[in-house]
C-alpha cells in the first residue's frame, strides 16, 4: 500500500541516511563482494525479508517506513532470485511460532506470572529447516537476523546466541559455490561466529532504523563505505569473563570488579575473535603520534591519520591509558577518549587533537574515600582498535593524588571483586615521557550539605496536591494498558504523564514518551472530550507476535479501540533511528546529535515532554536482552553518546531527556527484584562513570532509576545514588522518576526482595512515582500522617517537577 509522507518524514529519514553506512562494521574482508552495476542477487537467510529494524519492547517504533534487505536490494534495480526460499522459510517458521507459544503458556502458568507481561522480550530461537539453495546471482548475500528486547535475556543456545546447524551449512555451501559472497549479521549484539570464520566477508550491518535494508545495496554497489567499530568485543561465546554472575534470578555477584569487556580480554592476554573497537573498511590507514605536551593537569596529544589505501575511508582514531598499579590493581588498558576523521581520499591526511585531563584519569580507593591518582607511569596508547595499538607517550607523577575526596556509599557490600595480574608493560626508550607536578592537582571537596530550592508556588499547594504530584496520573480502570503503552490521556500511546492535581494551580503536566530508537507512540487515535484514545497500542505489536490466532483475536477485539461514531481518525507516526548499539558504533559524535535533533523535532510536533532516553547501561554480559538499547561495554563510549544524544534532543526548546536505568541494570532476568551485588569501586569506575559523563557534559533534564536492587536496597530508594552522588558529587539540577514500578506476579508466590515503597522512594530524593497507581498515594499519604516523611521533603520534590514544567 502507498503511503504519502508528511515532509517532517522524509526529512528526517533524508538526514538518517548519509550516516547509516557508518554504523556497519565490516569485520573481514578477504574477498571482493562487490559489483559494479544491480543485477540478479542470490539472498538468503532469515533476515534477507524478515530484516530487524530494531528490538522488542521500549525499543519499538510505529514508522510509517520501513526497508528490508530484499526490498533494498530490489529498489536499486537488483531482481531478487530467490523468493521461493523465503517463502519455503515462512512456512516452517510459522510451525515452530505454534509450539513456541504454547511452550510460553505453559511456562506463565508454571511462574504465576501474567501472560502479556511473561512474554514481553521472550524471543522464538531460529528453527532448522532444509530447503534448497535454489538461486542464482553474480552475488550472494546470506543475512543472519536476531532480536532481543525488554524483559527477558538472551540464552547461549542455537537459534539465538549460537548459530542453528542449518545456518552453519547453508553460510558454509553458499560460500563455496560464490565467487561473491557476503554474511551480513542483522543483529543487536554478538552471534557466536567460531564455525563460520573461513568466510572471507563478514559484516556487522545491525538494526539501524526506518532505512536498515537500503544499507546493504549501497554498499556492495560501493555507494557507501562502512566505517563502524565495534562497541562490545565479539568472541566465541565460550570465551567471555566467567567471574561473575550473570542471569541469577535473586542475588546476581559482579566478582569480576572493573575487568569488564576488552579489560578483561587484555588483562589476561585473551584473544578475541574481533577486538573492542574494531572494524574495517574498504581502504587502510596509518596513525602516529606528532606531537605531546603537557601544561598543568591537561595533556594535549596531536595525531596523524593517513589513507595508506586507493580508495575513500574514515578511520577511528581510539586514544587508550594504562594505569600504574598500586594500592588499586588496574586492567591493562582502559579507552581515553576518540576522535573521528572526516572523509580521506587516497593518500590524504588529517590531524586530529586530544586534550585529556589527568584529573578524569582517577580511579575510586575504597579506602581512602578517593578518587586518586597512584603514582607512577600513565602510559598512553592510540590505535584503531583495542589491540593493535602504539606507544604514544608516558606520563610520569611522582606521588599520589586525590583528585575528589566523597564519602562511601552504595553498600552494605558482601562481594570482594577477583584480583587479576596483568602482563608487564614495556615501553621504548625514544617514547616521550612527561612528568605531572603533584602540586598542580587540587583535591575537591564534595559538600553533602546542599540546600535544595522550594519554589514559591510550591508552597502554596495542599499537602494532597503534593503528594499527587509525587505519583504519576494514573487511571484505576486501565489496567495492564497503563504499563504498556495507554497511560496518557494528552499524546495517544504515550508511556505516561504528570498529575493533573495542581493544574488549577497554574502546574501543568508533563508527557512521556518510551524511546530509545525514537518516540514509541500510538499511530493511529482519535480525540474526544476525555482525551485521545489509541486505536491498538503501541507496545502491543510485539506481544501479540507470542499469541495464537484466538489471543490474537481476543486482544484485537477487546483490548483495541475503534473510533466513536462522528470523530475523525488520526496520525501521528515516529521515525525510528538505529539502535543504541549501532549509533556508538559509528564513533560518530556528530551523528548521534543529528538523531537528537531528529527526536526533539518530533517531540515538538507530537507535544511530547520527556524522552525515556537514553539508556546506557554497560554492556556487562552479551547475554543482556537488552544491549541493543545500550552503547557499549565502555562507560567513556557510553557517557560520550548519551550526552551526545542529550544535546540534540535538548537544543528544542522545552524538550527533555531522561537518562536511564540508574544503575547497574545488566540483565533482564527478574529485573523488578534482582539484587545486583558490585562493589563501589566496580560501580563508581564502570557502571556509574558513564552517567557522569552524561550528566556533567549535557545536564539531562530528567534520570530513571532501575527497577533492580542495589547491595540489597532497590535503587529507586537509595538516598545515597539519587541524591548524594547524583546531585552533590556530579551537580544534576533535573528530575528523578523511578522506572515503571507494577506488580509482575499473580499473587501465588512471595518475592525474596519487597518492591519499592512510595514513601522510601520519596525520601532517598527521587521525585516521581511511575507509573503510578492509588496504591502508592495511598502509601504516601499514610507516611506522612504518621511523619515518616516531611512536606519539606515533597516540597523539594515537588518543586524539582515543577521548574521541569516551566523549561
Known amino acids: 500500500m502507498k503511503r504519502e509522507f508528511e515532509e517532517y518524514e522524509l526529512k528526517h529519514i533524508e538526514m538518517l541516511r548519509p550516516f547509516l553506512s557508518e554504523c556497519t562494521v565490516l569485520l573481514k574482508n578477504e574477498r571482493d563482494f562487490r559489483v559494479n552495476s544491480p543485477g540478479n542477487v542470490a539472498l538468503f537467510g532469515n533476515g534477507g525479508r524478515r530484516t530487524f529494524k530494531g528490538g522488542t519492547g521500549s525499543g519499538e517504533v510505529n514508522s510509517k517506513y520501513f526497508v528490508t534487505v530484499e526490498e533494498g536490494l530490489e529498489n536499486a534495480g537488483f531482481t531478487v532470485t530467490t523468493k521461493a526460499w523465503f517463502d519455503c522459510y515462512e512456512l516452517i517458521r510459522e510451525e515452530a511460532k505454534a509450539d513456541f507459544i504454547k511452550q510460553l503458556k505453559s511456562e506463565a502458568r508454571k511462574a504465576h506470572v501474567n501472560y502479556f507481561v511473561y512474554s514481553m522480550g521472550m524471543v522464538m530461537n531460529e528453527p532448522e529447516y532444509d530447503i534448497p539453495l535454489a538461486g542464482d546471482g553474480e552475488l550472494c548475500i546470506y543475512v543472519l537476523s536476531r532480536i532481543c528486547g525488554e524483559g527477558n535475556d538472551r540464552k547461549a543456545v542455537p537459534g539465538d546466541l549460537l548459530l542453528t546447524k542449518s545456518e552453519i551449512r547453508d553460510i558454509l555451501t553458499l560460500n563455496d559455490k560464490f565467487e561473491k559472497f557476503l554474511l551480513v549479521l542483522n543483529v ?155 572523509e580521506l581520499i587516497s593518500s590524504e591526511e588529517e590531524t586530529l587533537e586530544f586534550s585529556v585531563d589527568l584529573k578524569d584519569l582517577a580511579s575510586f580507593d575504597e579506602e581512602r574515600a578517593s578518587y586518586v591518582l597512584e603514582k607512577g607511569r600513565y602510559v598512553f596508547m592510540i590505535g584503531p582498535d583495542s ?25 552494605p557490600i558482601v562481594i570482594t571483586d577477583e584480583v587479576l595480574e596483568r602482563p608487564a608493560i614495556k615501553v621504548p626508550e625514544n617514547i616521550k615521557v612527561l612528568m605531572a607536578d603533584p602540586s598542580a592537582f587540587e583535591t575537591k571537596i564534595i559538600d553533602y550539605d546542599k540546600e535544595f530550592q522550594i519554589e514559591d508556588e510550591v508552597k502554596e499547594l495542599t499537602d494532597d496536591q503534593l503528594i499527587s504530584l509525587s505519583v504519576g496520573a494514573h487511571d484505576p480502570d486501565a489496567g495492564i494498558a497503563a504499563i504498556i503503552g495507554e497511560a496518557s490521556k494528552s499524546v495517544a500511546g504515550a508511556a505516561g504523564e504528570t498529575s493533573a492535581a495542581a493544574v488549577p494551580s497554574g502546574i501543568r503536566t508533563l508527557v512521556m514518551a518510551d524511546g530509545p530508537a525514537g518516540l514509541r507512540l500510538s499511530p493511529d487515535f482519535y480525540r474526544d472530550a476525555k482525551g485521545v484514545h489509541s486505536l491498538g497500542n503501541p507496545l502491543m505489536a510485539g506481544i501479540l507476535d507470542t499469541m495464537g490466532p484466538f489471543l490474537k483475536w481476543a486482544v484485537k477485539t477487546f483490548l ?192 525474596k526482595y519487597p518492591a519499592p515503597e512510595a514513601y522510601k522512594v520519596a525520601l532517598s530524593g527521587n521525585d516521581l512515582f511511575m507509573p503510578g497507581s492509588a496504591k502508592e498515594i495511598e502509601n504516601l499519604t499514610e507516611a506522612f500522617q504518621d511523619r ?9 520534590n515537588v518543586s524539582r517537577l515543577v521548574r521541569l514544567t516551566k523549561m
Open 188 to 342: 543487536g549484539g554478538p552471534v557466536d561466529l567460531s564455525p563460520v570464520m573461513s568466510v572471507p566477508n563478514i559484516l556487522v550491518l545491525s538494526q539501524l532504523g526506518v532505512d536498515t535494508g537500503s544499507v546493504i545495496a549501497d554498499l556492495v554497489l560501493s555507494k557507501a563505505y562502512p566505517s563502524g567499530k565495534l562497541t562490545t568485543t565479539w568472541s566465541a561465546a565460550g570465551d567471555y569473563c566467567d567471574l561473575g554472575d550473570f542471569g541469577k534470578p535473586e542475588d546476581t555477584m559482579y566478582k569480576e570488579g572493573v575487568y569488564v569487556g576488552y579489560r578483561y580480554f587484555d588483562t589476561v592476554g585473551k584473544k578475541a575473535m574481533f577486538p573492542f573497537g574494531f572494524g574495517l573498511g574498504f581502504t587502510k590507514f596509518e596513525m602516529r603520534t606528532l606531537s605531546s605536551e603537557l601544561e598543568g593537569t591537561v595533556l594535549t596529544i596531536k595525531t596523524l591519520v593517513k589513507n595508506i589505501g586507493i580508495e575513500r575511508g574514515k578511520e577511528v582514531c581510539q586514544l587508550y591509558v594504562s594505569l600504574p598499579e598500586g594500592a588499586l590493581k588496574q586492567p591493562l588498558k582502559q579507552l581515553v577518549d576518540f576522535r573521528k576523521t572526516k
Open 387 to 411: 589491540v593493535n595499538t602504539q606507544y604514544s607517550c608516558v606520563v610520569g607523577l611522582s606521588q599520589t593524588v586525590e583528585v575528589t575526596k566523597v564519602k562511601n556509599a552504595l553498600g
Open 560 to 751: 483495541t479501540k475503534k473510533p466513536k461514531k462522528g470523530f475523525e481518525t488520526l496520525h501521528q507516526w515516529c521515525t525510528a533511528i538505529p539502535i543504541g548499539t549501532a549509533i556508538a558504533q559509528s564513533f560518530n559524535l556528530d551523528f548521534a546529535r543529528t538523531c537528537g535533533d531528529i527526536v526533539g523535532d518530533e517531540m515538538e510536533r507530537m507535544n511530547v515532554d520527556l524522552w525515556l532516553a537514553p539508556a546506557l547501561n554497560i554492556h556487562r554480559s552479551i547475554l543482556c536482552g537488552r544491549n541493543f538499547e545500550y552503547y557499549s561495554e565502555d562507560p567513556v563510549v557510553s557517557g560520550k553518546f548519551a550526552a551526545a544524544l542529550t544535546k540534540g534532543v535538548q537544543s528544542h526548546k522545552g524538550r527533555g531527556v531522561t537518562i536511564k536505568h540508574f544503575a547497574a541494570n545488566n540483565q533482564e532476568t527478574n529485573r523488578y527484584n534482582s539484587n545486583s551485588h558490585v562493589s563501589e569501586r566496580a560501580m563508581r569506575d564502570i557502571y556509574l562513570k558513564g552517567f557522569e559523563i552524561c550528566v556533567k557534559e549535557s545536564q539531562p533534564k530528567a534520570v530513571m532509576t532501575s527497577y533492580n536492587l542495589l547491595n540489597g536496597t532497590h535503587t529507586s530508594e537509595r538516598h545515597d545514588l539519587n541524591e548524594d552522588i547524583l546531585r552533590c558529587e556530579w551537580g544534576f539540577d533535573g528530575l528523578v522518576m523511578t522506572d515503571w514500578v507494577v506488580s509482575m506476579t499473580e499473587g501465588k508466590i512471595t518475592p
Open 788 to 796: 515518616k516523611i516531611s512536606r519539606e521533603r515533597l516540597e523539594i
